[in-house]
């Protein structure tokens, strides 16, 4: 009876594989994966060309084709004979050759995930040979926000567990205005947008007569980016440092870039981004970098996409969840986990946004004769630049007709100067003239040509709750099991150094 199961099972097996089965002796591909084809040998087949001809052996599609996809042991897999192409390895040598897969201890060796470990003390480091000083790695998950991990936590295993047993606050707050550029940069200069230059995702600079946006190649030049950010900081002491990704990484800022960068390129996977993290740390005591960044645009692409509550901002936290859990595995497993300081933050929370709730310039003026970056944190300067851009009183003209007009009024005007004192947020020459504080899930816009309403925004007050962002601290340098008050980001390059 058994038998005859099994030889059902092949049979269903070979339905699905294209497999010829005929008089064919039944040959597994273990081992045996793209073997030339030689019309000879008898039996089925484990090379590239087995399901054109429809030959393949009954595990080809585990053994040969599924590992050059996977970033993961199986069972099935440890023991393989490495396989070109592959993301990653389980054969009994990858420790040797520094290329196994993250859970390789765990699913070859019995080793028990790093989530499941309780806490353990690390007053001081437990660092293997060759790391005189714990690496600093700065992990950026973009946009999410402090409540998700209050709401979502049971869902956020490993991120639920650095936050238990390291260091965090309820929150961190962001600087205003709360988008991406601007504050992760902060992050790494310890330095408000006012002083670094970095004042928006858009900007103007008159002096420069450029423009500056996020799809543009403009942002590579280093006259728009002031300030020391962390990575220079550690080089100018003799340290190294590797950036996968961070606004300003990929820039030769001050003449030099990082020891280590990648250009950001949204289509590498974040697979991919803590793998090459990884292979940094594998190198020599010589080449290896000391500090790191890390960046993923999750949950903030989810929150554009479909409101900061619903199921794709969900999908997309336990997406960043198994990210860290990744980047954990693969630190334990190189007796690191224990040695390395890992700091995972956001640079800004998000909002839910609707199309029905928009501020529409042309109902204050007949004629809009003046720019305006839409949005959340609205700024207006003339239009016909640079020759009319300190016309003030273009500027200046503007003001009374914004104020007060329509009741409700969703936005409160300011001339820049005037904003508060707590944005330190003026003192730039491209800080634009006229600014709109909108209220929360409010954006103020140029018309009804406008259609970018989303379902999430950011770049509001700064001390909106739906602004704060996360910030959780774990290793030999930070307290275990410890809250602390909420803290400004601008605070965090102090605490790296």
């Known amino acids: 009876v058994l038998l005859c199961a099994l030889v059902a099972v092949s049979l ?19 081992h045996k994966c793209n073997e030339v084809h030689r019309e000879e040998v008898p039996g089925c087949r484990c090379d590239s060309g087995c399901k054109e001809r429809q030959d393949c052996c009954w595990d080809y599609e585990d053994t040969c084709v599924e590992p050059t996809r996977s970033w993961r042991c199986t069972n099935f897999r440890c023991g393989e004979t490495r396989i070109p192409g592959s993301y990653c390895s389980c054969s009994d040598d990858c420790l040797q050759k520094k290329d196994c897969c993250v859970n390789y201890n765990i699913i070859c060796k019995g080793e028990i995930p790093w989530v499941e470990e309780p806490c353990v003390s690390l007053e001081t480091p437990q660092c293997p040979a060759g790391f005189d000083l714990p690496p600093v790695i700065l992990f950026s998950m973009d946009g999410f926000r402090a409540e998700y991990l209050q709401t979502w936590r049971s869902l956020l295993p490993n991120i639920e567990k650095l936050k238990t047993c390291g260091t965090h606050p309820k929150y961190m707050r962001a600087v205003y205005p709360t988008k991406t550029f601007p504050n992760h940069y902060t992050i790494v200069t310890g330095l408000y947008p006012e002083s670094h230059g970095i004042i928006d995702n858009s900007m103007y600079d008159v002096n420069l007569n450029k423009h500056f946006s996020l799809s543009g190649t403009e942002k590579f030049k280093p006259s728009w980016w002031k300030g020391q950010p962390v990575w220079l900081t550690a080089m100018y002491q003799n340290l190294k440092a590797g950036t996968f990704f961070w606004p300003g990484s990929d820039v030769p800022i001050n003449g030099t870039y990082p020891t280590l960068y990648q250009v950001f390129n949204g289509s590498v996977t974040y697979e991919q981004r803590i793998s090459g993290v990884l292979k940094w740390l594998d190198y020599a005591k010589s080449e290896r970098p000391d500090f790191y960044t890390l960046y ?194 601008i605070e965090v390059y102090n605490l790296m150094c």
């Open 296 to 489: 993923i645009e999750e949950p903030d692409s989810s929150g554009h996409s479909f409101g900061p509550v619903s199921g794709g901002v969900i999908k997309a936290l336990q997406l960043a969840d198994q990210t860290l859990g990744m980047l954990m595995d693969g630190l334990k497993q190189r007796n690191l986990d224990k040695c390395v300081n890992l700091i995972v933050l956001a640079d800004h929370g998000m909002e839910m946004t609707y199309c029905r709730q928009l501020e529409y310039m042309t109902n204050y003026f007949k004629q809009i004769d003046f720019y305006i970056y839409a949005g959340p944190a609205a700024r207006i300067r003339a239009k016909n630049v640079p020759k009319d851009y300190f016309i003030s009183k273009l500027m200046t003209g503007l003001f009374p007709l914004l104020q007060c007009k329509r009741s409700p009024q969703h936005f409160k005007p300011y001339l820049t100067p005037d904003l508060p004192k707590r944005f330190h947020y003026a003192n730039n020459i491209r800080i634009d003239k006229v600014h709109l504080l909108v209220d929360r899930q409010w954006l103020a816009v140029r018309d009804r040509s406008y259609t970018y309403c989303d379902r999430g925004n950011h770049g509001y007050n700064n001390e909106f709750k739906s602004m704060e962002a996360i910030f959780l601290a774990y290793g030999p340098s930070f307290k275990e099991k410890t809250e602390v008050d909420a803290f400004e980001n």
């Open 12 to 30: 269903g097996l070979g339905l699905g594989l294209g497999l010829n089965h005929g008089d064919q002796e039944q040959v597994s591909c273990r």
